[in-house]
Nanobody, 122 residues
Framework: QVQLVESGGGSVQAGGSLRLSCAAS????????MGWFRQAPGKERERVAE????????NYHDRVKGRFTISRDNNKGTLALQMNDLKPDDTAMYYC???????????????WGQGTQVTVSA
């Protein structure tokens, strides 16, 4: 079955960096869009970044543009999120998700990982 396992979360000070990883298994990784989402306590889940199946198209939330970079390795079945210049507002549980289609603007997301916690202190 489809499995998505996140890792790389932790606690950092503002201005620091973290790199999140997501290992996917149980399906043909290279034909699905992938995304990173986050949810802070008391807030709605928001899409942070997404990448098309082939990796040629990416999209970012305005609040992370220029600081976060999403990437994927279709040979290894992995997804990454490089987060630089972290801010306290970035504190949240981060989830990777699999899209239904190769391009993220079609079909939404259908599978989610368990999440990895990111905490940024001032």
């Amino acid at each position: 079955q489809v499995q998505l396992v996140e890792s790389g979360g932790g606690s950092v000070q503002a201005g620091g960096s973290l790199r999140l990883s997501c290992a996917a298994s149980g399906y043909t990784y290279s034909v699905h869009c992938m995304g990173w989402f986050r949810q802070a306590p008391g807030k709605e889940r928001e899409r942070v970044a997404e990448i098309s199946a082939g990796g040629s198209s990416t999209n970012y939330h305005d609040r992370v543009k220029g600081r976060f970079t999403i990437s994927r390795d279709n040979n290894k079945g992995t997804l990454a999120l490089q987060m630089n210049d972290l801010k306290p507002d970035d504190t949240a549980m981060y989830y990777c998700a699999r899209g239904r289609q190769p391009y993220c603007y079609i079909g939404g997301y259908e599978y989610w990982g368990q999440g990895t916690q990111v905490t940024v202190s001032a």
